[in-house]
């Protein structure tokens, strides 16, 4: 079952207004641009060039008009990102497994396709990372899906259904989240240490055993890991981490059941 879509929308996901004003025309007198064209260029180039890049400026030069056509559409740069990286959360929904009931193979279903499909877009996992704005809900107008609310929806039931308290719930998605947007930007930054092996080996070899133990202890296995290793000790961590919040309520009826079978056996 696929996550639900919803159609809310809070303080941060107002829809875009469009600048008041006659319609730009074409040298012909039709209409210049649509704001599907305009969305449309937006999302390919996001697609090859990282996403702190995406401007109006860009968009219009990529279209060969006038950056106010571009405002004229779609408001402002900040309309134009969260309508990039609403569709880029459409494929993140997309992708989910659908839900099996088992909550370890859920989260872990959420993790694999989250940091493939991020990886496809160039700088998001960064962005998500280090900026606020968009990084869980976006703009989406009336009648339109906020695909981040989708996503956070989704992870969120998968955390109460298996029976996680809220508040284990709100942790355990924050903690999954950070661990896959690290990942993400790992990837894209190319920050995962077997990428600079020679350099992090040859720098720790410039100092005495004895001056720097700890660092002489680590480098030689560090400096081998790549991002598949991280990711799959890192996820396997997390989820062990998460199952034992679990742990005390299973550990109390399972000793209910042994104090209640010893006292029937008793009498």
């Known amino acids: 079952m696929k ?14 207004t469009k600048r008041a004003g006659r319609r730009p025309k074409g040298a012909d007198g039709t209409p210049a641009l649509s704001r599907e064209t305009v969305v449309q260029c937006a999302i390919e180039l996001a697609r090859r060039e ?11 030069r990529e279209l060969g008009v006038a950056p106010g ?3 004229y559409y779609l408001g402002s740069r900040d309309d134009l990102l969260s309508r990039v ?31 493939e499909v991020t990886a496809r877009w160039p700088g998001l996992g960064t962005y998500i990372l280090t900026h606020n704005r968009f990084r869980l809900f976006q703009r989406v107008g009336p009648g339109e899906t906020d695909f981040g609310l989708a ?21 355990g998605y924050h903690l ?6 690290s990942i993400s930007a790992e990837v894209e930054n190319r920050q995962a240490p077997g990428t600079h092996h020679d350099y992090i080996v040859s720098y720790v070899s410039r100092f005495d055993r004895d001056e720097v133990p700890g660092a002489s202890y680590l480098v030689s296995s560090f400096a081998k890991l790549d991002t ?5 000790a890192g996820l396997r961590l997390v989820l062990d981490g998460f199952e034992t919040w679990l742990e005390p309520a299973g550990k109390e009826s399972r000793t ?11 009498k």
């Open 256 to 266: 209910a059941r042994s104090n209640s079978s010893g006292t029937s056996h008793r």
């Open 151 to 171: 996503f956070f929806d989704h992870i969120g039931r998968v955390f109460r259904d298996a029976g996680f308290t809220n508040t284990q719930a709100a942790l």
């Open 3 to 16: 996550a639900d879509k919803p159609r809310r929308m809070d303080d941060e996901s107002a829809p875009a």
């Open 85 to 115: 990286i609403n569709y880029a959360f459409k494929e993140r929904v997309d992708a989910l497994p659908p839900l099996t009931g088992r909550w370890r193979d859920d989260l872990e279903g959420v993790a694999r396709s989250a940091v």
């Open 69 to 71: 056509l571009i405002h």
């Open 176 to 181: 999954l989240m950070l661990f896959i947007t």
């Open 228 to 232: 598949a290793q991280t990711f799959e």
């Open 50 to 60: 990282p996403l702190s890049d995406l401007s109006m400026v860009r968009v219009a």
